[in-house]
């Protein structure tokens, strides 16, 4: 079974930048795909960042040109870098990761909280 944990939410004033990291128990690059979701109070948990093993990213609208999704295969951890935050991107951040090519399935962390103040 795949392992994700998380780190590197916390406040930030808007403007500011954080990096979260979701270090993952498997061969990063054996994931058909790799994600970041976010989940708003009383919202439902939608995908910001997305990236397949082949290196694609895909970016949700609100975030293009602010956000940027990558990997570290050696350290089997993949990243998401906010730059620019605004108040509407807080939520709790989660990693997903797709492992249904060798039978993992697919995985959620636990989530880290991101508050962007005004």
């Known amino acids: 079974q795949v392992q994700l944990v998380e780190s590197g939410g916390g406040l930030v004033q808007a403007g500011g930048s954080l990096r979260l990291s979701c270090v993952v128990s498997?061969?990063?690059?054996?994931?058909?795909?790799m994600e970041w979701y976010r989940q708003a109070p009383g919202s439902q948990r939608d995908m910001v960042a997305s990236m397949t093993r082949y290196g694609t990213t895909v970016y949700a609208d609100a975030v293009k040109g602010r956000f940027t999704i990558s990997r570290d295969a050696d350290k089997n951890t993949v990243y998401l870098q906010m730059n620019s935050l605004k108040p509407e991107d807080t939520g709790v951040y989660y990693c997903?990761?797709?492992?249904?090519?060798?039978?993992?399935?697919?995985?959620w962390g636990q989530g880290t909280q991101v508050t962007v103040s005004s």
């Open positions: 997903k990761t797709d492992g249904r090519g060798y039978g993992w399935g697919q995985t």
């Open positions: 498997v061969d990063i690059l054996k994931l058909n795909a």
